[in-house]
């Protein structure tokens, strides 16, 4: 991600879960950039990576 289009795309995708209070985005230059969910149950990694695809993008592997 690297514009405040894709932050939103993913932001509004996260959204849609009604458990999820807030989504922050910190873009990076190189396009691998760090999102951060706040919710009131723990989603898993299946979750928040099907939310990414469907705006359109995918998660890094985990270092």
Same mark, same amino acid.
């Given at each position: 991600?690297?514009? %405040?289009?894709? /932050? @939103? +795309? !993913?932001? %509004?995708?996260? #959204? #849609?879960?009604? %458990? =999820? $209070?807030? !989504?922050? =985005? $910190?873009?990076?230059?190189?396009? /691998? +950039?760090? !999102?951060? !969910?706040? $919710? +009131? @149950?723990?989603?898993? @990694?299946? %979750?928040? &990576? &099907? &939310?990414? #695809?469907? &705006?359109?993008? @995918?998660? #890094?592997?985990? +270092?």
């Amino acid at each position: 991600m690297t514009c %405040e289009h894709c /932050v @939103r +795309s !993913v932001t %509004e995708e996260l #959204a #849609a879960y009604p %458990e =999820v $209070s807030t !989504v922050t =985005v $910190s873009l990076t230059p190189d396009g /691998v +950039s760090t !999102v951060t !969910v706040g $919710s +009131s @149950r723990p989603l898993g @990694r299946e %979750e928040i &990576a &099907a &939310a990414i #695809a469907d &705006a359109g993008y @995918r998660l #890094a592997p985990l +270092s």
